[in-house]
């Protein structure tokens, strides 16, 4: 096969074969075909699209270019869930303790935080102890003795996603949706579950801005799973505005287990409910208000509390922080971020809000960055709230490495507040199956 000549067929228009989608996907995990051909190839993708039909072969040339995670000596459901990624979501923390606690199996692959989004590995390696870097043994064994365990991606899950993203990444090529949908189905596919949740965000903190997109990515992401016997659901909600108050590690992990603990309600709780009942609905409990019943009765009881403590100790973390936050990792300092006038919050920035989080040492500006687990934004307001003069908005978590006054200048600007209420968007936009 040459690659020039599947190039200018993709630039056409033009389908290529399941085969050449498997031969190009493996030579360039090999390194026989070059950066600048496989970045041609994805940017006629960008343009012209793929089938369904090459959708699902890419997905599946990219899980098996690496390990597939086997799952089979896990008894029981075993259910994923993925968001494609936010600002202040944190319902793993919460949603998979909860269906942990009705009986499913959760053996979750999480990575760590991208750009202005969090992520969920990175929040519990703020537990001091926390081993996020399981052998699959070990891995599969707290599964099958607690129900739930978070470890890293492994080295070599699905290499072609890693070479493809990094790629995609420097050629303004990431906002495809065959391409999206492939990077996040191949790695679902390959860690092993037999049903997927998802949670697609839409709004100006997501990937997918545009709700119609997210719809349609959706609706391309449950088609793979169907295809390759998953049963997969959709849920399409709102990241117009960051889904907790907390925003940054040790932040989320504290919130997360504020609502566990059932003192705090609210956005982040309602939806890690809904998702937590999707996965009971995709596996052992297929009556949906039954499943929701039993999501709210895991948490309410405090099962799903316990269920949590389990992981946490069963993966080496000091689950002492569940009575005592202040085991968490904290901040040097705190500065309040206060109103300079009155009015109504009309919405968020969302984007920017998790830019600030960066600057305060909550994410990663390069690769190689080191994290300050108690860096982050603990906000006060959210849109629709009445705000007074001198009031405040939120306060920043910062530490010796904070470039505080970017944070500060990024966050005031994310924060839009008005002289009126303006209508709320709803938290979930739809479901697809
Ligand atoms: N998340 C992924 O895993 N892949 C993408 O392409 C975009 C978001
Ligand atoms: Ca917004």
Not at 18 to 42: C, F, H, R, T
Not at 129 to 137: K, M
Not at 239 to 266: H, I, R, W, Y
Not at 375 to 398: P, Y
């Amino acid at each position: 096969m040459l690659m020039p000549e599947l190039i200018a067929r993709k630039k056409a228009g033009l389908a290529l074969s399941d085969e050449e989608i498997a031969w190009w996907v493996n030579s360039y995990v090999k390194g026989v075909i070059p950066d600048y051909q496989v970045a041609a190839l994805l940017m006629a993708i960008c343009f012209r699209g793929m089938s369904s039909r090459e959708t699902t072969a890419l997905t599946m040339a990219m899980a098996h270019s690496g390990d597939m995670v086997d799952l089979s000596t896990i008894e029981g459901f075993k259910v994923d869930k993925h968001s494609t990624g936010g600002v202040a979501d944190t319902t793993t923390l919460i949603a998979t303790p909860i269906a942990a606690a009705c009986g499913v199996k959760v053996a979750k692959m999480s990575g760590r935080g991208l750009g202005h989004t969090g992520g969920t590995v990175d929040k519990l390696e703020s537990i001091p102890g926390f081993d996020a870097a399981l052998s699959p043994e070990r891995f599969v064994g707290i599964v099958n003795r607690v129900g739930l365990a978070v470890t890293g991606q492994s080295g070599n899950l699905v290499p072609a996603d890693k070479a493809l993203y990094a790629l995609r990444d420097v050629t303004a090529t990431v906002d495809s949706i065959p391409l999206i949908a492939s990077s996040v189905m191949s790695k679902k596919i390959a860690a092993g579950a037999d049903a997927i949740v998802l949670d697609v965000k839409t709004g100006d903190g997501a990937f997918m801005r545009d709700l119609q997109d997210a719809f349609e990515l959706a609706r391309v992401m449950v088609e793979i799973g169907s295809a390759v016997g998953k049963r997969t659901v959709a849920l399409v909600t709102d990241m117009d505005q960051p889904l907790g108050m907390a925003v940054g590690n040790s932040l989320e992990v504290q919130e997360a287990l504020e609502v566990l603990k059932g003192k705090t309600g609210g956005a982040l709780r309602d939806l890690s409910i809904l998702l937590a009942a999707e996965m009971l609905a995709v596996s052992m409990y297929p009556d949906r208000p039954k499943a929701r019943r039993a999501a709210e009765d895991a948490l309410i009881s405090g099962r799903a509390l316990e269920r949590f403590r389990m992981m946490i100790e069963a993966q080496g973390g000091n689950s002492a922080i569940m009575d005592d936050p202040e085991l968490l990792p904290q901040p040097k300092k705190k500065i309040l971020v206060l109103s300079n006038r009155d009015g109504f919050v009309t919405g968020f920035d969302t984007e920017a809000v998790g830019r600030a989080a960066v600057y305060l040492g909550a994410g990663r500006a390069a690769k190689e960055d080191e994290l300050d687990y108690a860096a982050g934004i603990m906000l006060n307001k959210r849109a629709g709230d009445r705000v007074i003069h001198g009031e405040m908005l939120a306060v920043m978590h910062a530490g010796d490495r904070s470039d505080v006054a970017e944070a500060e200048h990024t966050l005031r600007s994310a924060i839009h507040i008005g002289s009126e209420a303006v209508m709320q968007r709803p938290l979930v936009f739809g479901r697809v199956t």
